[in-house]
C-alpha cells in the first residue's frame, strides 16, 4: 500500500514513510492510494477483540511493517489501557448508546493513535539507529497523549505547543508535570490555530526538518487517522444486527480528525447510516454543513477548550474527495482558504453528514440533563454530541474524555466533581513550561538547541 499527498507533488510513500515524515513535503496530507473494500471482512471480525482488529484493519495498510510486529507494537498500545474491551459500548436507552474512549493513560480518545503512533516512532528508531524529535500543537488532549505515547523513549524527544491559559488545569498537568527529559511543553502567546500554524510553517521547511529529523504527531499524521476508525469498526460489529444499517455516530470534533476517520472507514464499505459532527461555540465545521460554505473566524474560549478551533487541518483529507480527488483543485481552494479564510462548494453531500453547535450555557444544561435523564456523568465535549439528538436513528455518541478532566464544568451542572487517581497525582507535581510568542523562528530556536 503506497500513501498520496492530497496537493499531488509528493511522490509515493510507504506507511512507514508517511507515519515518519507527518506532512507531506508539498505541504498536503497524506492518504492512501486506495482504499480497501472491508465488506467482505465484515461477518469474520466481528468476534475480534480490540487489539485483534486492531492488526486485522491496520494490515491492510502498513503492509511495510511484518505482521508479527504490528501485532505486537499494537498488544504494547492497548495494554496501557485500564478497561477490559478497551471501547467499551454502553447502552443508555433503547437507540442510545455511549462509546467511551477515555480508558487510556490520558485519559481522552487522542490516546487510542497516540499510544501506537508512540509505538511506531520507538520501533522505528530502534530499526534505523536514527533519533526522532516530534513536533505537536494542541487545544488540550492531544498534547497529553502524545507526550504519554513517547515518554522516556530513548532516541525521541516531543515538543507539544499549547495555547497560554487556554487548556484545561488538568490537560495542562498532564503535559507540564511528567519530569520525563525528552518532553517539551512549550506555551504560546495565542490561540490553537496560531499553534498549528507555526507548526505546518516549521516542517514546511524542509532543510530544517531533515536537519533535525522532524515528524509530526497530530491529526495531520495518517496513523492517527486510520488507528480512530478502529474504534468506529468495532462499536459498528458489537451493535445488534438489526441496528447496524441505521446507526449515526455523534462526534465531539474541532479539527475533523475524528469524524473523518469515521467517514473513512464509510468509504471503505462499512454501512454507516451517518455521521452527525457536534462543536461548541467555534462552529466552522457546523456552518460548513448547514451553508456549505467554510469560513474562519475568531477564536472563542469555551468549557468544551479542546474543540476552539476554527482551522480544521484535516478538512484538506475531506476536500480532497469533495474535489474528485483532484490535486490540482485542492492546490487551489486550499491557497483561496489562506488568502481569504473561506471557501464555499458548489455542491456539498449533506446526505451523510449533519450538525449542531452548543453554547457555553447550553453545555451545562446537557452535562445536566443526561446526568438526571441517565445517571450518567459526560465531560464537556461529549456533553455537545448530546444536543439534538436525531430519534429516527440509533445514534452512537462518541464519549471523547473522561469527565474527570474538566471538574470545574462538571460541579457548575450537576453539583459534584469526579475524580481520577492519575490526574489527583499530577496536582502535587511541579510545572514545568516554556512561554514562547507563536512564531516559527522562537519555535525552531527552541527545538534545534534541545532536539536529540
Keep these: 500500500m503506497k500513501f498520496i499527498s492530497t496537493r499531488g507533488q509528493t511522490d509515493p510513500v510507504s506507511f512507514g514513510e508517511a507515519v515518519a515524515i507527518g506532512l507531506a513535503p508539498d505541504g498536503g496530507l497524506f492518504l492512501p492510494e486506495t482504499l480497501p473494500d472491508l465488506t467482505p471482512r465484515l461477518a469474520a471480525w466481528k468476534g ?15 503492509t511495510d511493517i ?20 478497551t471501547a467499551p459500548l454502553r447502552k443508555l436507552d433503547d437507540r442510545l448508546y455511549v462509546l467511551e474512549l477515555f480508558h487510556g493513560p490520558t485519559l481522552a480518545f487522542k490516546d487510542f493513535a497516540l499510544q501506537l503512533l508512540g509505538n511506531l516512532y520507538g520501533w522505528q528508531c530502534e530499526q534505523s539507529g536514527r533519533s526522532i524529535n516530534v513536533l505537536g500543537a494542541t ?22 505547543l ?31 490555530d496560531d499553534a498549528q500554524r507555526v507548526l505546518k510553517d516549521i516542517l514546511a521547511n524542509k532543510t530544517f526538518a531533515a536537519q533535525h529529523h522532524l ?34 455516530f455523534v462526534v465531539p470534533t474541532g ?31 457546523h456552518r460548513l454543513f448547514t451553508t456549505a460554505e467554510y469560513r474562519s473566524g475568531e477564536v472563542h474560549a469555551s468549557l468544551a477548550p479542546s474543540m476552539d478551533i476554527q482551522v480544521a487541518s484535516n478538512f484538506e483529507r475531506f476536500l480532497y474527495y469533495a474535489l474528485d480527488r483532484n490535486p490540482t483543485r485542492v492546490c487551489n481552494v486550499m491557497a483561496q482558504i489562506k488568502a481569504t479564510g473561506s471557501y464555499r462548494f458548489d455542491l456539498l453531500n449533506r446526505s451523510i453528514f449533519s450538525s449542531s453547535a452548543a453554547t457555553d450555557g447550553e453545555i451545562t444544561g446537557l452535562i445536566r440533563r443526561v446526568h438526571e435523564r441517565y445517571r450518567y456523568i459526560v465531560d464537556p465535549h461529549t456533553a455537545c454530541a448530546f444536543k439534538d439528538i ?23 451542572a450537576i453539583g459534584q466533581a469526579p475524580t481520577a487517581p492519575a490526574l489527583e497525582d499530577l496536582k502535587s507535581r511541579p510545572i514545568v513550561k516554556h512561554r514562547l510568542p507563536a512564531e516559527a523562528e522562537a519555535i525552531k530556536a527552541f527545538v534545534a538547541q534541545r532536539a536529540v
Design 66 to 85: 511484518p505482521s508479527e510486529v504490528l501485532l505486537r507494537l499494537i498488544q504494547r498500545s492497548y495494554a496501557t489501557f485500564t478497561y477490559t474491551d
Design 215 to 248: 515528524s509530526a504527531v497530530n491529526s495531520i499524521n495518517i496513523a492517527r487517522v486510520l488507528a480512530q476508525s478502529v474504534y468506529y469498526l468495532h462499536a459498528w460489529l458489537r451493535l445488534p444486527e438489526a441496528e447496524r444499517l441505521n446507526v449515526e
Design 390 to 412: 436525531n430519534p429516527a436513528r440509533v445514534s452512537i455518541v462518541l464519549a471523547t474524555a473522561h469527565p474527570a478532566k474538566f471538574p470545574d464544568a462538571i460541579s457548575a
Design 48 to 62: 475480534l477483540s480490540y487489539p485483534e482488529l486492531c492488526h486485522q484493519f491496520l494490515s491492510l495498510f502498513a
Design 162 to 192: 499549547y495555547p497560554d491559559g487556554r487548556v484545561s488545569p488538568l490537560q495542562e498537568r498532564q503535559m507540564t508535570c511528567t519530569g520525563a527529559a525528552n518532553v517539551h511543553a512549550i506555551a504560546i502567546e495565542g490561540s490553537f
Design 139 to 160: 487545544s488540550g488532549d492531544t498534547g497529553a497523549a502524545a507526550i504519554h505515547g513517547l515518554l522516556g523513549k530513548p532516541r525521541t524527544a516531543i515538543f507539544i
Design 255 to 285: 479539527n475533523f480528525g475524528n469524524v473523518f476517520a469515521g467517514w473513512l472507514l464509510k468509504q471503505m464499505g462499512v454501512p454507516i447510516a451517518g455521521l452527525k459532527v457536534a462543536t461548541n461555540r467555534n462552529d466552522i465545521l
